[in-house]
């Protein structure tokens, strides 16, 4: 089944609980804002409270993401202040952690989360960290962040070009996550859709996705495959998106009201 599609979610009403796992330290509180059914993963909001600490360096069986929304954390030698992108992958020791002031994070495990204290294994590939995704120096146009890797053809007659960061770079599975930056004017008047689910969490400005629907900041929206959406326009919108696949954006013409995602 994978992540469920909703059109919008308001992360502040999800309820909070308290996060409990083996080798967790008491004090965190999550907010769980969708899973997916089919790998155990989650994307979560997590509130970690002024003075919380992991001490033991434990290692975690999933790939990690987050990014600080506020507030910061220090992590063995990763100082994650606001704005910051971490990826964790699997088998990366991460303690010792401790969080003075507190912070609000974007988070995302990609299999079912498990803490261990044993020997871990090789991970996969190297761990990432991108401070501060709100500094405009580190934002490139999307032709030029995903040149040679798919095809932006999408994005040629657009008069106000959409710019971004490239998070995670995921090359084989295409799972990248990116933060897209919609300038003031911003419209891309061509129809089309993803074949692969995808995530966003507004974190400033305004984007509208069609005439209808109008996102701003503090707002998540979950497409499944196949969903179609534009026109799309932004006004100094910043739109954190997580791919959970190739970020394919095949155009489809005006008046289109279904696709078909295998062809």
Avoid at 104 to 118: G, M, N, Q, V, Y
Wanted: glycine share 10%.
């Amino acid at each position: 089944m994978g992540h469920m599609g909703k059109r919008r979610v308001v992360w502040d009403d999800v309820e909070r609980r308290l996060w409990q796992e083996e080798h967790l330290p008491f004090g965190l509180v999550r907010r769980l804002i969708n899973t997916d059914s089919d790998t155990g993963g989650e994307t979560l909001i997590v509130d970690v409270p002024p003075g919380w600490t992991l001490e033991s360096e434990v290692w975690n069986e999933s790939d990690l993401e987050f990014v600080v929304l506020s507030g910061g954390l220090q992590m063995a030698d990763i100082a994650a202040a606001r704005g910051t992108h971490v990826f964790l992958p699997s088998g990366v020791p991460l303690g010792p952690i401790t969080s003075s002031e507190g912070a609000e994070l974007i988070f995302w495990h990609d299999s079912a989360f498990c803490l261990r204290t044993d020997t871990p294994p090789e991970p996969a590939t190297s761990r990432t960290v991108l401070l501060d995704v709100f500094d405009e120096s580190n934002w490139v146009t999307v032709k030029d962040a995903f040149a040679g890797v798919t095809d932006v053809g999408s994005h040629d007659d657009l008069a106000v070009p959409t710019r971004c960061i490239r998070l995670r770079k995921v090359e084989e599975s295409g799972k990248d996550t990116i933060l897209f930056v919609l300038p003031r004017g911003f419209q891309k008047s061509s129809l089309e859709y993803h074949h692969s689910t995808e995530e966003i969490f507004m974190l400033g400005g305004w984007c509208s996705t069609d005439p209808h629907h109008v996102y701003r900041v503090g707002e998540y929206l979950c497409w499944e495959p196949g969903v179609i959406h534009g026109v799309v326009s932004g006004w100094d919108a910043l739109c954190l998106s997580k791919h959970h696949g190739p970020l394919t954006s095949p155009n489809i013409p005006i008046g289109a009201v279904s696709v078909d995602i295998t062809a």
